[in-house]
Structures are given as structure tokens and as C-alpha cells.
């Protein structure tokens, strides 16, 4: 089992640029989600996903957005990145969204806005 | 103010030290209460959770919870240099809420 993967682990863009994270769980796990983590301030929630077909905002949802594209997959995209964007984002999932505090984490994506 | 505070370190001790790590949090609708144990450029990994108050322990990890104080430690004994990562608190007012996490605390064992 691999777990929680994450493509790709390094992204440099530009400000405007748009991307897309992709992040996938081979553990059958019903709920998925978006962490961005930055200095000091812990790990934030973008997005969440608790089952297949439905996705709601989490903590710091503006300029991003979420497809889960089916029960394995679960994709964050930037529209138009700035530099606030610059920050390590971490996919994880869950066996359902009543578990949600048994986390499984992805290695993460490191992503710089310039 | 944040809602969960930690001392973000680094907290440097010697193998086999006693190590107390800790967090304050100012929601008193919180009941779960996770430890996550972060390695350098790795994501986070659960190590222990615990469900209202009291003390759980698993191997060399004791998790404990004090919500009249609103405070919560991780006690790890006979601490090992591969127990050098940053650890982070994690809580939850129910079993299905989003997680709201410190900002973590790095501790390094020295051989």
C-alpha cells in the first residue's frame, strides 16, 4: 500500500499561473483533505471532501479550488497563484468523515509563487 | 490569539531525558485531542489520540489531558535521537469536526 501520494513534490510558478495538485489513497478511505502548512502557523484546513461527490470549504478556502474526481482522487487547483500561496500543502485522508481524527498525511507539495 | 498554542522550540535534550511536550487551548468545546509526530520534509503521522479527559499511554508515549486547565501534554520516555521531529497537537470539538492544529513544537535528541 502506498497510501496518500502526492503529485508533484516541488512546483515553482510564476504570479498568474494556475496548477494543479493532484494527491491519491489506495486505503479505500471515504473523506479527503487539503492542508496548507506554513512557519509557525501549524497546518490549516483548504478544503475537505467527506465522501465521494461532495467537497466544502475549510478554514482558508479563497483562491483555490477542489474536484473530487472519484474515491481515490482528490485534486486542488490554483486559478491564478500569488505569492501569499507560497507554502507546503498536504492531502490526507480518512476512513470516514466521523473519523476525521484519524488522519493519514501525503508527503506533501512544495509550492513557490514569485 | 490562536485558538491552540505551542512552543515552537526547539526543545534540545540528551537520549534517555524525559520529554514533556505541551499545548494550551483557549476552545472549550474540544474533546478529541491528537498527537501528530512530523519528520523533517515528511508529512504528519498520527501517534496517539484521546477522547475528553485523562491519560493514555502506548509504549514510550504517554498522552494527557487536563481540560479544567485547558492543557494538554505528550510525555515521551527513554527519548531516542529517531525521536527527533516536530510534534503537533490536534483537536476537535466531535469525532467528525474539522482539526484545528498548533503550530508545533521541534524536538531534537542528542546521542
Known amino acids: 500500500n502506498a497510501g496518500v501520494t502526492q503529485t508533484p513534490k516541488f512546483q515553482v510558478l510564476k504570479t498568474g499561473q494556475s496548477m494543479t495538485l493532484q494527491c491519491a489513497q489506495d486505503?479505500?478511505?471515504?473523506?479527503m483533505y487539503w492542508y496548507r502548512q506554513d512557519p509557525g502557523m501549524g497546518l490549516r484546513l483548504i478544503y475537505y471532501s467527506a465522501s465521494e461527490g461532495t467537497t466544502d470549504k475549510g478554514e482558508v478556502p479563497n483562491g483555490y479550488n477542489v474536484s473530487r474526481l472519484n474515491k481515490r482522487e482528490f485534486s486542488l487547483r490554483l486559478e491564478s497563484a500569488a505569492p501569499s500561496q507560497t507554502s507546503v500543502y498536504f492531502c490526507?485522508?480518512?476512513?470516514?468523515?466521523?473519523?476525521?481524527?484519524?488522519?493519514?498525511f501525503g508527503p506533501g507539495t512544495r509550492l513557490t509563487v514569485t | 490569539q490562536k485558538e491552540v498554542e505551542q512552543d515552537p522550540g526547539p526543545l534540545s535534550v540528551p537520549e534517555g531525558a524525559i520529554v514533556s511536550l505541551n499545548c494550551t487551548y483557549s476552545n472549550s468545546a474540544f474533546q478529541y485531542f491528537m498527537w501528530y509526530r512530523q519528520y523533517s520534509r515528511k508529512g504528519p503521522e498520527l501517534l496517539m489520540y484521546?477522547?475528553?479527559?485523562g491519560n493514555k499511554e502506548d509504549g514510550r508515549f504517554t498522552a494527557q489531558v487536563d481540560k479544567s486547565s485547558k492543557y494538554i501534554s505528550l510525555f515521551i520516555r527513554d527519548s531516542q535521537p529517531s525521536d527527533s521531529a516536530t510534534y503537533l497537537c490536534?483537536?476537535?470539538?466531535?469525532?467528525?469536526?474539522?482539526?484545528?492544529f498548533g503550530g508545533g513544537t521541534r524536538l531534537m535528541v542528542k546521542p
Open positions: 490526507a485522508s480518512s476512513e470516514m468523515a466521523a473519523l476525521a481524527y484519524e488522519q493519514y
Open positions: 490536534a483537536m476537535s470539538a466531535n469525532a467528525g469536526n474539522m482539526l484545528t
Open positions: 486505503m479505500n478511505h471515504n473523506s
Open positions: 484521546t477522547y475528553s479527559s
